[in-house]
Nanobody, 123 residues
Framework: QVQLVQSGGGLVQAGGSLRLSCAAS????????MGWFRQAPGKEREFVAT????????YYADSKKGRFTISSDNYKNTVYLQMNSLKPEDTAVYYC????????????????WGQGTQVTVSS
């Protein structure tokens, strides 16, 4: 059974930075893609970024490019999301997830999810 444990997040002032981590345990992730999603109050869960375990294929939502960076450490089985120049509209619960589809951006293509972590950006 795959388990995803998230850490990071918290309260930050607009313009600040945060780094989220997602540690995976259980079966190997040789054929899986890892993704980051977020969900704000009253809104649908939206795609943020995705990366394969080889680290040679990444995708970003257009609104996140230039500010957010996804990376992975295959040795540690950990995926990261570096968030810079944060804005109040970035406030949401952030989730990491695992998928059998490389480059998957749809919520329905992800089978395993982390517990979520709150990111709050104050103005």
């Amino acid at each position: 059974q795959v388990q995803l444990v998230q850490s990071g997040g918290g309260l930050v002032q607009a313009g600040g930075s945060l780094r989220l981590s997602c540690a995976a345990s259980g079966p190997t992730f040789n054929y899986y893609t890892m993704g980051w999603f977020r969900q704000a109050p009253g809104k649908e869960r939206e795609f943020v970024a995705t990366i394969n375990w080889r680290g040679d294929n990444t995708y970003y939502a257009d609104s996140k490019k230039g500010r957010f960076t996804i990376s992975s450490d295959n040795y540690k089985n950990t995926v990261y999301l570096q968030m810079n120049s944060l804005k109040p509209e970035d406030t949401a619960v952030y989730y990491c997830a695992a998928s059998a589809y490389e480059g998957a951006q749809d919520v329905n293509k992800y089978d395993y999810w982390g517990q979520g972590t709150q990111v709050t950006v104050s103005s």
